[in-house]
């Protein structure tokens, strides 16, 4: 019913940028949050940033002042700015949103990009 799909993944130097974002399309009434999560190898996947319809943010504390989420309602789009990207940055990061389809809501995934951050 809903997909979510990324861009902007790719390989970068520390200290570089990067500007993921994802574009979520079908039948929906209304995105609710959207969110970026990333998971690096042999760890759990984690938050990095959200936003709620109305654009109130929430970061995780590492990136917090780095990165910087957020979305266009218009377009259905939400994208994640990352400055001073670091090594520990690397991971595939995953978009995430929780989608309004009527008298029920539900959990979307994109199928996640990867950044790499040389040092």
């Known amino acids: 019913q809903v997909q979510l799909v990324e861009s902007g993944g790719g390989l970068v130097q520390a200290g570089g940028s990067l500007r993921l974002s994802c574009v979520a399309s079908?039948?929906?009434?209304?995105?609710?949050?959207m969110a970026w999560y990333r998971q690096a190898p042999g760890k759990q996947r984690e938050l990095v940033a959200g936003?709620?319809?109305?654009?109130?943010?929430n970061y995780e504390d590492s990136v917090k002042g780095r990165f910087t989420i957020s979305r266009d309602n218009a377009k259905n789009t939400v994208a994640l700015q990352m400055n001073s990207l670091e090594p520990e940055d690397t991971a595939v990061y995953s978009c995430?949103?929780?989608?309004?389809?009527?008298?029920?809501?539900?959990?979307?995934w994109g199928q996640g990009t990867q950044v790499t951050v040389s040092s």
């Open positions: 995430n949103a929780i989608v309004h389809l009527g008298s029920t809501s539900r959990s979307y």
């Open positions: 079908g039948r929906f009434i209304s995105i609710m949050n």
């Open positions: 936003i709620t319809q109305s654009g109130r943010t």
